[in-house]
């Protein structure tokens, strides 16, 4: 495999088992907190019944709450297994498309809109992504993402000791691919702040060609929301 799709090829690997189990485990692993990130994200989109697409959709969590505000939807992943939890979940009502995120098969400026979940960690260049997901969202569309974040001063701590010890032996209860994801998290997530720190992250955002770009960082800095407008 080339070097550009290894992260996209590991992460694949690691969240394809997880299909049937994905949401009820994404939720209490965060607290509750994860459903309530995307939430949030979704509520940054105007309310105009427009085309939205959804890359990185999983098992359409994020669709699914996009469907329930009266928008067309068009989920994008690269991953079969998740796809295939997605169907069994909209039978229909939404478009699905295997595809990757840094070659979308769709025609510049083909929607209103546009959210991404979890997506930047797994790309090898954050900055070429962004400029592929900001080619298909018409001029003034939103486009918002959910990533991780790193907790800051006093709640660092108990974050690390929730990622460090508390997820892989969380996931270790359930099975051995959550194990591997609970294992995973908590170094991933570092290795990307590292490597694209939030300032450095939002600068990428205006130079895809997104303007107004806003953030939120939520549950003490765990959750990251980060929106603005095509230009």
Do not use: C, K
């Not at 974040?149 to 051995?176: D, E, I, T, Y």
């Amino acid at each position: 495999m080339p070097a550009e799709s290894t992260r996209a090829r590991h992460a694949q690997e690691l969240f394809a088992p997880l299909g049937p189990r994905y949401d009820r485990m994404g939720a209490l692993l965060s607290f509750g907190q994860d459903p309530r990130w995307r939430r949030f994200m979704v509520d940054r989109l105007p309310r105009d019944s427009g085309r939205v697409l959804d890359v990185a959709t999983g098992t359409g969590l994020v669709a699914e709450a996009l469907l329930a505000r009266g928008f067309e939807v068009t989920g994008v992943d690269q991953s079969p297994g998740m796809l295939a939890a997605a169907r069994a979940r909209f039978a229909g009502r939404v478009e699905l498309i295997q595809a990757s995120a840094d070659s979308l098969p769709f025609p510049d400026a083909s929607f209103d809109h546009l959210t991404f979940t979890y997506l930047l960690r797994y790309v090898d260049d954050p900055a070429a992504t962004l400029e592929e997901l900001a080619r298909v969202v018409r001029p003034g569309g939103t486009v918002a993402m959910v990533e991780f974040g790193l907790p800051r001063g006093v709640w660092r701590v108990p974050w690390n000791l929730w990622v460090g010890v508390g997820l892989p032996l969380a996931g270790r209860l359930v099975s051995p691919g959550w194990h591997e994801v609970g294992s995973f998290l908590g170094p991933s997530i570092r290795e990307f702040s590292t490597r694209l720190p939030e300032r450095e992250l939002l600068e990428l955002w205006r130079r895809a060609g997104i303007s107004e770009v806003a953030r939120r960082r939520m549950s003490f800095g765990a959750g990251l929301v980060v929106w603005g407008q095509r230009s």
